[in-house]
């Protein structure tokens, strides 16, 4: 059986290339039109802008690779099915299961490798990704100053800002907002009649103008001192000229395994002690749904495999477009359950392990299913041709 295995790994492979090639760039055009507005907004050099496409690429390979071995699992069946090569196979003995180990045991090879993914070049290129895209987002901010419009530029950094209106004779921004310590629990606020952005040695510095300051008293009340200006300047973390920098404020889609288990630790413990345990038990349950994620996607392709193999053997003529059609509408609702999923474990609805691996679990055992129903349909056509098949008598010769 090793030559029939090779020969359907033979027939799996052009089309899952084909299939990986084509579901990445569908998956990366979303990005593709984003990060260019980000790069003609900001003038930086192409080289960012394709450095930026390198780190988005493993997210998008992560999850074309099961899309792409379902498509082949069916396309490669379809097309044995449409030469009636399967019928040719069934006729020589060739039993069901010799057809679904070789398809199965590459689905698990796919899984470890996409686990590999996800666990060591995901989180490395999710970290380089944030890091690159701060910085760009930092560098020379006046090309996308909008009016009306809260800056997130400095969004990481617990900073929001922005302006109304700008004045047609003096060229300065009326109306000026800026939120200071978003993140802290204790955020300050400054409104300014008017303001300027500038840069002074290369660092950006908003100017502002007769405006008043709200902030928390050093207290435990809730109690807030307003403080009066004429003049303010605040240094803001824009530069002129873009300059990389290292980001270690990772989240758990930058983390590894082992990382995220250890973040996860750590937040189940501060839960009791936490100031605010609502907001620490919803990180708690994002970084669950983030850590079980890690595993159910990569085992899609496992989960694919036991629903491609039945349903490839199942497709007769016009094979290859009923299967590119079956495989879609499969990928449609695994994708469409695991949103739900991790909308569900998000809000508590259900647990985060469930709500991952319940995807799988569904197209897993409708795969197993399909598999048991066409064991037993040909044990049961083997069983009914039992009376039709002619009677041999052998006769001892005496000599």
């Known amino acids: 059986m090793r030559i029939l295995a090779r020969y359907i790994l033979k027939e799996f492979?052009?089309?899952?290339?084909?299939?990986?090639?084509?579901?990445?760039?569908?998956?990366?055009?979303?990005?593709?039109?984003?990060?260019?507005?980000?790069?003609?907004q900001k003038g930086i050099s192409p080289i960012y802008l394709v450095e930026l496409f390198m780190?988005?690429?493993?997210?998008t390979v992560v999850l074309s690779l099961p899309m792409a071995a379902l498509v082949a699992i069916l396309l490669s069946l379809g097309r044995l099915s449409t030469d009636n090569e399967i019928v040719a196979m069934k006729a020589h003995g060739v039993a069901f299961h010799h057809l679904m180990l070789p398809l199965l045991g590459i689905a698990v090879i796919l899984s470890v490798v996409d686990l590999g993914l996800m666990d060591y070049a995901l989180p490395k290129a999710n970290l380089a990704y944030a890091?690159?895209?701060?910085?760009?987002?930092?560098?020379?901010?006046?090309?996308?100053?909008?009016?009306?419009?809260?800056?997130k530029e400095l969004e990481r950094e617990g900073k929001l800002w922005m302006y109304e209106s700008t004045d047609a004779k003096s060229g300065r921004m009326q109306d000026v907002k800026i939120w200071d310590g978003i993140w802290s629990g204790r955020p300050r606020f400054s409104h300014a009649r008017e303001g300027t952005l500038g840069f002074e040695g290369g660092r950006a510095m908003l100017t502002l103008y007769d405006g008043l300051t709200y902030e928390p008293t050093t207290d435990d009340s809730e109690a807030y001192?307003?403080?009066?200006?004429?003049?303010?300047?605040?240094?803001?973390?824009?530069?002129?000229d873009l300059e990389r920098s290292a980001f270690q404020n990772q989240t758990p889609r930058s983390m590894s395994i082992t990382q995220l288990k250890a973040f996860i630790n750590t937040l189940a413990a501060s839960v009791q002690t936490s100031q605010n345990p609502d907001y620490t038990r919803s990180r708690l349950r994002f970084a669950e749904v983030e850590y079980h994620k890690k595993f159910s996607i990569p085992f899609?392709?496992?989960?694919?495999?036991?629903?491609?193999?039945?349903?490839?053997?199942?497709?007769?003529?016009?094979?290859?477009?009923?299967?590119?059609?079956?495989?879609?509408?499969?990928?449609?609702?695994?994708?469409?359950?695991?949103?739900?999923g991790q909308s569900a474990g998000l809000n508590a609805m259900v647990s985060p392990a469930l709500a991952m691996w319940?995807?799988?679990?569904?197209?897993?055992?409708?795969?197993?299913?399909?598999?048991?129903?066409?064991?037993?349909?040909g044990t049961l056509r083997t069983?009914?041709?039992?009376?039709?098949?002619?009677?041999?008598?052998?006769?001892?010769?005496?000599?």
């Open 55 to 59: 780190y988005v690429m493993p997210a």
């Open 300 to 340: 899609a392709c496992l989960a694919f495999g036991l629903m491609g193999v039945p349903l490839g053997l199942m497709v007769k003529q016009s094979g290859k477009m009923i299967g590119f059609g079956l495989g879609l509408a499969v990928i449609l609702v695994y994708y469409l359950l695991l949103q739900i």
């Open 383 to 399: 069983w009914r041709a039992r009376d039709k098949l002619p009677l041999v008598v052998s006769r001892k010769v005496e000599s």
């Open 13 to 40: 492979f052009p089309p899952f290339i084909i299939a990986l090639i084509c579901f990445t760039f569908i998956l990366i055009f979303d990005d593709l039109f984003r990060l260019t507005k980000l790069f003609v």
């Open 358 to 377: 319940l995807p799988n679990i569904a197209i897993g055992a409708f795969g197993v299913l399909l598999s048991i129903r066409m064991i037993g349909e």
């Open 131 to 151: 890091t690159l895209k701060r910085d760009i987002q930092r560098h020379n901010p006046t090309f996308v100053l909008e009016e009306a419009t809260v800056m």
């Open 225 to 240: 001192r307003v403080t009066k200006f004429q003049q303010q300047q605040l240094a803001l973390q824009l530069t002129e």
